[in-house]
């Protein structure tokens, strides 16, 4: 049963990385077909990224209200709603309108499953939770491409993705037994050890979540700028045409799904802050060819070692995060993790937007190579601060 539910739960996860490279790979033929500038892929990521911290802000209150299980049929049923939504629009502004239901129900179910997955299972299967989200964000780009090159338009691509996760909603339906066996066993686990309701200001206090905090703000703002503008700086500063930008884009997602699967296998061997460095320094091989302008498929190959070197950061960060600061806390801190990872997607995606309109799309591994920079301080800046704080508990009061 246990193994059944977290094949649903890798499931939900597909449904959750779908919709996520598909806006990057259809923008070059969303804004020509709806006049409007190319920057204004930024305006829906930040409204998209708005609902996703609403619902982050509010996860540990729905959690201690509703069942895991009724929150992701709900939230899941969201985001098919708003995906149709999006298929359907001819104005820019209809997009936004359904960027709100979609951002909602993505912030749900990234809280609720994280932390579900960072309490009942091991770093590897974290770590494949998070690759499975890769298949999701490597496929949305593909069936893009694909309804591109048979001339279905970015719309038939949507539609398609929709219809699966109404599938999913079914899914999760159907799954309920193997949810209440393991709601039965968490209810025993909070008798033992009760959640404790911290508040947004306590959150903060803790010792070492600010590091943990900015570490979630910088690599999403990493990966969801080299996910929405990756297929238009190939289109505008290597010529290459917006069916292949489109296909080779789905590169970088493959990189995290590829990544995250490879690291489920060394994960637990490894340990979190080996993983982390390991990616880091694949990252930076790969944004270092980012810079190179010559040849056709030097980026393409930095493109994919930067979603290599993404796959382990995100899901060990998570996987950490209970034994960094409780688990009566996890859902808490989980919580606000990805509320400043949101921050990270709604502002700087479109901040880079604007940018590129006086400077350039060139500017765009420049500006990723900051966010590196950042994460790499604030990572280490985390692991110096648990470290520091185990050994003040070993010594105990003084």
């Known amino acids: ?43 829906v990521t930040m409204i998209i990224a708005g ?7 509010f996860s540990d209150k729905l959690s201690r209200k509703f069942s895991t299980q009724f929150i992701l049929v709900i939230s899941v049923a969201l985001t098919a709603l708003a995906i149709f939504g999006f298929s359907f629009s001819t104005e820019y502004y ?7 239901p979609y951002g909602l129900g993505a912030g749900a179910v990234d809280s609720s499953l994280n932390n579900y997955v960072s309490l009942h299972y091991k770093s590897r299967q974290m770590s494949w939770l998070h690759s499975f989200w890769g298949v999701g964000a490597t496929v949305g780009p593909y069936i893009i491409s ?48 009760p959640s404790e309701h911290m508040g947004f200001v306590k959150t903060w206090k803790l010792k070492g979540t ?27 500063n290597h010529g290459v045409s917006t069916e292949t930008a489109a296909s080779w884009a789905s590169l970088f997602y493959m990189g995290i799904m590829v990544g995250r699967f490879l690291m489920g296998f060394f994960a637990d061997k490894l340990g979190d802050k080996r993983c982390i ?9 790969g944004l270092v060819l980012l810079f190179i302008p010559a040849g056709y498929y030097t980026p393409l190959i930095g493109l994919l070692l930067v979603g ?14 209970p034994n960094n600061f409780g688990r009566n806390h996890s859902q808490e801190v989980i919580g606000m993790q990805m509320t400043m990872a949101y921050v990270g997607s709604t502002f700087m995606p479109p901040i880079f937007g604007f940018l590129s309109e006086w400077i350039g799309v060139g500017l765009f591994p420049y500006y990723l190579s900051i966010f590196f920079v950042l994460l790499f301080i604030m990572s280490e800046s985390l692991n110096h601060s648990m470290k520091s704080k185990a050994i003040a508990n070993e010594k105990g009061p003084a």
């Not at 905090?213 to 505008?236: D, P, R």
């Not at 460095?277 to 990252?283: A, D, F, P, T």
């Open 1 to 43: 049963m246990k193994i059944f539910l977290l094949i649903v739960i890798y499931l939900a996860f597909i449904s959750l990385g779908l919709p996520d490279g598909l806006l990057g790979a259809a923008w070059p033929s969303v804004y020509q077909s709806m006049n409007v500038p190319v920057s204004f892929a930024g305006y």
């Open 51 to 57: 609902g996703t911290i609403i619902s982050s802000l």
């Open 94 to 100: 209809q997009l936004c309108l359904w960027a709100i």
């Open 146 to 193: 694909l309804c591109l090159h048979n001339s279905l338009g970015w719309e038939w691509g949507y539609r398609i993705v929709g219809i699966i996760q109404c599938c999913l909603v079914l899914l999760l339906l159907s799954s309920w037994p193997a949810w209440k066996k393991n709601e039965l066993v968490d209810e025993k686990r909070e008798e033992d050890q």
């Open 210 to 236: 600010v590091f943990a905090f900015l570490s979630f703000f910088c690599y999403c703002s990493l990966e969801t700028t080299t996910g929405l503008w990756s297929a238009s700086f190939f289109v505008i």
């Open 277 to 285: 460095r390991l990616g880091l320094s694949i990252l930076f091989v």
């Open 308 to 321: 290599l070197g993404c796959a382990p950061i995100y899901p060990t960060l998570i996987h950490e995060t």
